[in-house]
């Protein structure tokens, strides 16, 4: 662990998103029976939306029709810098055949079982931060 200062840096729009990009997992934040539910998925950004893949029978499904929020990172526990990026907007299910022929090809689901859906959360508020020392993580 290091114990030089740390600075918070706000990330813009097109940074945050890079960074998301970057990474393949993350999780998404909806609602079940009015309460918050948290799941971790894999996911891919696609002109600004976040795309994952679920399964009718789980409840990532059920955030489908709603807003939601979506949340990756990269923190390194021993320096404590990292960065940590949110997208919040709406879910949508994508029935477009040849859109979800594609991110079925880009996506691959770590559990064994048949991903039936492909959802894409519309971007519509990015916000992101950025915890540096001396360097800082991309």
């Known amino acids: ?35 918050p539910a948290i799941r971790p998925v894999n996911h891919l950004v696609d002109d600004g939306a976040v795309i994952v893949r679920s399964d009718l029978g789980s409840g990532v499904s059920l955030a489908e029709g709603t807003v939601v929020a979506y949340e990756a990172d990269r923190l390194d526990s021993d320096t404590h810098t990292g960065w940590s990026v949110i997208v919040t907007g709406s879910a949508a299910l994508v029935e477009e055949p040849a859109q979800i022929e594609r991110y079925e090809k880009l996506i691959h689901p770590w559990v064994a079982k048949a991903m039936t859906h492909v959802i894409r959360i519309e ?9 540096a020392g001396e360097h800082t993580l991309g």
């Open 1 to 35: 662990m290091t114990d030089s200062p740390r600075r918070l840096r706000a990330l813009t729009r097109d940074e945050a998103l890079r960074r998301l990009a970057s990474v393949s997992v993350g999780r998404l934040v909806f609602t079940i029976a009015g309460l």
């Open 123 to 131: 971007a519509a508020i990015v916000t992101g931060f950025e915890l």
